[in-house]
């Protein structure tokens, strides 16, 4: 069996024993996670087609917050994400240097395919490269923690911005694509 094969294996295993929580990983359970990362992360050379641009920046940090602000927060540090701390393993501060040392490749492998044993999904077939390439262009270039305050679902209020009938376009090609985008 290899490495590969056998580490997910230990790990579902060892999940098995620790059962089902909302608690703070131990060492080894960290351990075991960052393992199967570091064996199953690909996309290390990759390169970002998108321009590094401010308008690309815009552009990611819009379908950031459609699509991740409730598990990483508007700003991607989990501002105001009352269960990112509990998740077993929590949620990363997406500013953090374990994050930003992945290459821009790795980062858009991860939105594609999610990594196993964390809540983080797979997004392949829901959201297109392209605007995956733009959400990694706005990981790179995060506002500061708490900056943008919490997402408005988490807020009590009666006017929630976006928590209902928010509607967000994936439709929104350029016309250089003829206005045509894959899902």
């Known amino acids: 069996m290899k490495l590969q094969e056998s580490v997910p294996l230990l790990v579902a295993s060892l999940l098995t024993l620790a059962g089902c ?22 996309g290390e050379d990759w390169e ?12 990611g940090a819009e379908h950031f917050r459609h699509h991740c602000q409730v598990c990483h927060g508007l700003d991607g540090h989990a501002t105001g994400v009352p269960f990112a701390g509990t998740m077993s393993p929590p949620v990363p501060d997406l500013g953090s240097s374990e994050i930003q040392d992945y290459t821009d490749g790795q980062l858009k ?11 983080m999904p797979g ?3 829901v959201i297109d ?15 500061s923690v708490g900056s943008l305050g919490p997402p408005a679902v988490y807020v009590e209020s009666d006017h929630n911005s976006g928590a209902e009938g928010d509607h967000h376009d ?10 045509h985008h894959e899902h």
């Open 109 to 119: 492998w991860i939105i594609e395919n999610g990594i196993r044993f964390t809540g």
């Open 21 to 42: 929580g909302a608690s703070q990983p131990s060492s080894i359970e960290a351990d075991i996670a960052n393992e199967v990362k570091e064996v199953t992360i690909g």
């Open 129 to 143: 490269d392209e605007h995956m390439w733009l959400m990694v262009r706005y990981i790179r270039n995060l506002p």
């Open 170 to 179: 994936h439709s929104s090609a350029t016309e250089e694509d003829g206005g």
């Open 48 to 59: 970002d087609p998108t321009p590094d641009t401010k308008e690309s920046i815009e552009a």
């Open 123 to 125: 997004w392949q077939g």
